[in-house]
């Protein structure tokens, strides 16, 4: 789960992009309009083809432009991939609860930032599949991967600690140690639903309420949080 908005004391979360990458953005609404069109078409064929198969010939076909303009804006593949992931990062989350004001319902909370969580990660899930493919050959970008993860189950950690504090969730356990079971559980099973396929019944998909409903009680019994029936 996550929720955009920051928490007292959050800092922005990490990028997954290789920064030092990515350059300056063009100066003219022309070239943002071609910078972004080679973003979009790099995504399909990364998508289409993986991230080893795909060649600069392959973009370059799907943005309908030459190769001198693709070097215009990008020395290589390594430096468009960077740019992609900056470009979509906004809208790929990782499980992470925004903080329970006094009045709001936890649980509520927590159903809401699930379903925005699998929303994204559906709309998300054949780049998804291409960050599993990458992070398993490359090193530095796992790193990258599992630092903005780690943002995330921190916050969470936060926002269970503060709920034990308030006599809303079990104090016997180790908040950072439940965050990141529940927040691997729901980032698991996403994975496992809507990329893989494995998480289908019989080959029949769940509606998504069934999914959410499901892992939000799981979080809600897990910490013995109250619920509103």
Not at 36 to 57: H, M, N, P, Q, S
Not at 162 to 167: E, K, Y
Not at 221 to 229: D, E, F, G, I, Y
Request: charged share 25%; proline share 5%.
């Amino acid at each position: 789960m996550e929720r955009r908005a920051e928490t007292e004391g959050d800092s922005a979360p990490p990028s997954m992009a290789r920064t030092s990458l990515l350059r300056e953005l063009p100066a003219t609404p022309r070239g943002l309009r071609t910078r972004t069109a080679l973003i979009d078409a790099g995504r399909k064929v990364f998508e289409r083809l993986g991230y080893l198969d795909t060649r600069l010939v392959d973009i370059t076909q799907e943005a309908k432009c030459s190769s001198g303009t693709f070097y215009t804006y990008f020395a290589g593949k390594e430096e468009i991939f960077a740019a992609i992931l900056e470009h979509a990062q906004e809208d790929m989350m990782h499980p992470g609860m925004e903080r329970v004001a006094g009045d709001d319902d936890p649980v509520s909370i927590i159903e809401a930032s699930n379903l925005a969580y699998f929303e994204a990660y559906k709309r998300n899930a054949k780049l998804m599949g291409l960050l599993e493919q990458v992070a398993n050959i490359d090193p530095e970008f796992s790193k990258l991967r599992q630092e903005r993860a780690d943002a995330f189950i921190r916050r969470n950690a936060r926002s269970i600690a503060d709920l034990q504090q308030r006599g809303l969730a079990d104090p016997g356990l180790d908040p950072m140690l439940s965050s990141r079971a529940l927040s691997g559980m729901v980032s698991r099973l996403a994975f496992n639903y809507f990329v893989t396929g494995d998480g289908l019944l019989d080959g029949t998909p769940l509606p998504l309420e069934e999914l959410v409903y499901t892992v939000t009680r799981l979080w809600a019994n897990a910490l013995r949080m109250p619920t509103r029936n």
